[in-house]
Each structure stands twice: as structure tokens, then as C-alpha cells.
């Protein structure tokens, strides 16, 4: 019965003289009730059909069943076969067949010849990237080799020598020079590039398929008075850079990417000591991007989406998962794509806090606030935050507003969907793929 309908038999009670006003009134109710019970079958009806497109019925046959039936449930006692799933399939696709070796290879000649160049005197070699802050994804990474400079071409070289037009011209001749001694040594594929995803004027350097990175950097201290190891030294560096950082105004403290460059050991530290399953995530954060978004989203950095998950982890509590936390790696992939749509759509400034060997306070970073308050996106680096990591870059854009939908998008599956729509339908799947696939 319609409400109209409802109206016109009322109606006409209410007008047959014969109809006691008790009565109406009982018969009135009893409509009512009728009415109202016909509403809830309606809706009912309504919300099952909706339920049915959202989740169709499976069937005993359907070979894709149990990973349907898959729901996430965070709840103490809840089911977790989801969880279970998620630790035991997807995460350790992101380190299935990674091998060091082709990286250390390439790692191992360019440093052999530039030990031999004749132009270079150098003190020591850093391997960063993902390789040296053990982060790598499988075919989708390259190696970052900093080459900290103490003299070049009979010149030996200060602090200051770096800083100014004068140290961008001493970069841009060294950056020729070894890309020419470089060719000379029978690499074919070598090419100097004046502005990449990170640094400024490096050299790429192919070897056997691997992408190598080659940055000349400022050496600024060691250890006086005695041999120091590398950790020691890329230490020393640190405090002296950054030292010279917080001695200069607030009002004066800018971006440099001299120094940036010269942090590096600095930087492979505070990612490579974090704990193993934390940096599982980091690279299925990195391999959600590297094989499913990067073709549409270029130019993002890697060390950019590492920061942000160990910034998810230092926000959630996450950085030391318990060992009876079998929740935490969703949880963190979770708060790592949120974190990464708030960075851009409420224009959030992720902080990943170091602690006091490396890194620097939240009202250190404040303090430098000037240097990147109007860019778009802001991911501080973790050692120096005059540094944003996704500062814009010359012809290098990037689409934040795409990678924040792709962000919540993903989110949403992990939490409404089933893990068969995740490993099949979502912005994941393609990683996946590419993953079981080797």
C-alpha cells in the first residue's frame, strides 16, 4: 500500500458517519503499522540487492572463493586470514629473487676506476640508494654511489669551494671530466644529468643492466688525529653540516643542495637501522609505485615514499613492531597511504623525527619553515629540513592530486575489500603480478 493510498482509505473512514472514533482510530494504527512494516521490507529488499552487487554471491565451485571470503577484521578475536595472507603471500614477494650481486658488481668497477682516475683524489665511497639502505625492489632500482671529493685536477678542495656559482661550476667540470674518463674506460652508457628525481649533476652510469648513479660530494670532516671508519666519518660530517646549519639565523637557513649531497651516510643510516619488517613495507609501498603507478605518475623519489611510510610507522608507534603484533604490516601499509593522501590533500608536512644522533626536532624544522612553505607537497628530509624532499624539480613534475586519489583508492580496497579484489582489481595488482611473475 501506498502512503496515497494510505491517505484515501483514512480519509474515508474518517468520513463514513458510522465509523466510531475508536474504531478509526484502532484501524488507523493497524494501517499505520502495515504501512510502516511494508517500508521496512521495501528497504530491506532494496539494501540486500545492493548488498548482492557490492558482494556477489560466491559459489561453492568458484576457484577464487577463499580469497573472496577474505575481509580485513583489525578487531581483538576477529578473524585474520586476511592478515595471515598478507604476511604470508604478498609481503615476502617484495624481496622474492632480489639479489645484491648485479648491484655489487656495478658498484664494485665504478668505484675500481674512479680509484684510478687521474683528476680525483677521493676519500672515501658511500653506497646510498635503495641498495645501501637495503630498501631495493627487484628490477625497478639503481645504485647511488657518493664519491666525497678532496681534490680535483691538483686543486684540493675546501667547504666553500662547493657553495656559490663558483661551486656550481666546479660540479657542472667535474661532472664532464669524470663522465669523459668514464667513456675512456669503455663504459658506452654514460650520461650526465644536470637535474634527476634527487641529486643535481650526477652521472648515470649503466653496467650489465644497472642503473648507477655516480655524485660527487663535499668532504667536510673526519676524524682528526686517527684513521676513521666510514660510519665515523659520515657522522662527523653530519655534525659539522648540520651544526653549521643551526648557527646560521633561522631567517637565513635555505636548501642547499651541496649539502644535501654531503648528508648521504646520514641519510642511509636512519633507513637502513630500521627494523626489518617495517622496511618490508617500505618496499611494497615502493613496488605498488614502481610497477603499477610510475608509468602514469612519474618523478617521484624513492627516498620521497620511503620517508613517508617510516614517518606512517614513528606516527602509529609502528617503528618497533612487537613480535605478537601480526597486524602491524597492514596496519602500516594503511597509515602509510593514508599519510601519504593527507601530505598532499591537507597539505600535511611529514616529519620523520630521527632522534638526536641524526636527525632534529619538530621545532628545528619549524625554524626553517621559510625554504618550503610554498611548495605544493612537503616531505622533509629526514637529516636536514631546510630539505624538501618533493621540492619541485625542472621538468620534472609531478601529479600529487593522482597519487593521493590512487592513495585512498588502494586504502579503501584494503579495508572494504576482499583480498581477492586487492591481489586481482586494485592499483596493487599489477605489482603483484610482476612480483609472482619472476
Known sequence: MSYSDFIKLARALYEDES?????????????????????????????????????PPISAGDPHRTLKMMHLDLTPGGDKSYVRHFNGELRPLTAQGVSNAEPQAANHL??????????????????????????????????????FVIKFQERALKVADWSGEA??????????????YLRGQGLHDV?????????????NVKVRGVDVDVKM???????????????????????V???TLWDTPPHLRQADPTREAALAEALTAVVKDT?????????????WYKYGLQAEIPNVPSVLLETVVLAAAQRKGLLSPGKQDRTA????????????????????????????????????????????????????????????????????????????????????????????????QSSLAPAIRALKAA
Open 275 to 287: 627494523h626489518d619488517r617495517v622496511k618490508s613495507l617500505v618496499r611494497l609501498i615502493k613496488c
Open 329 to 424: 604490516e597492514v596496519s602500516l601499509f594503511l597509515a602509510a597511504l593514508e599519510l601519504l593522501d593527507e601530505a598532499v590533500s591537507d597539505r600535511k608536512v611529514v616529519v620523520l623525527e630521527a632522534g638526536p644522533v641524526w636527525g632534529y626536532t619538530r621545532a628545528q624544522a619549524e625554524s626553517c619553515r621559510h625554504a618550503w612553505r610554498n611548495d605544493t607537497v612537503v616531505v622533509l628530509h629526514p637529516i636536514d629540513p631546510t630539505c624538501n624532499l618533493a621540492a619541485p624539480q625542472p621538468r620534472r613534475a609531478v601529479d600529487w592530486c593522482r597519487l593521493a586519489h590512487k592513495s585512498r583508492e588502494l586504502k579503501r580496497v584494503v579495508e572494504g575489500g576482499s583480498m581477492w579484489e586487492l591481489e586481482q
Open 19 to 55: 465509523t466510531q472514533v475508536d474504531s478509526f482510530v484502532a484501524q488507523a494504527q493497524a494501517l499505520a503499522q502495515a504501512l510502516e512494516a511494508q517500508a521496512r521490507l521495501s528497504k530491506a529488499s532494496a539494501a540486500a540487492q545492493r548488498l548482492r552487487q557490492v558482494f
Open 167 to 180: 661551486g656550481e661550476r666546479l660540479q657542472r667540470e667535474m661532472q664532464r671530466v669524470v663522465a669523459a
Open 241 to 243: 653540516l648540520m651544526q
Open 191 to 203: 650520461v650526465e644529468v644536470e637535474h634527476g628525481t634527487h641529486y643535481k649533476h650526477c652521472v
Open 217 to 239: 660530494a663535499a668532504h667536510v670532516a673526519s676524524q682528526q688525529g686517527k684513521q676513521a671508519t666510514t660510519p665515523d666519518r659520515g657522522k662527523a660530517q653530519r655534525d
Open 110 to 147: 665504478i668505484h675500481k676506476l674512479l680509484v684510478q682516475c687521474p683528476v680525483l683524489k677521493v676519500d672515501r665511497f658511500h653506497k646510498g640508494g635503495s641498495f645501501g639502505r637495503r630498501t631495493l625492489v627487484r628490477g625497478a632500482f639503481d645504485v647511488d654511489l657518493s664519491v
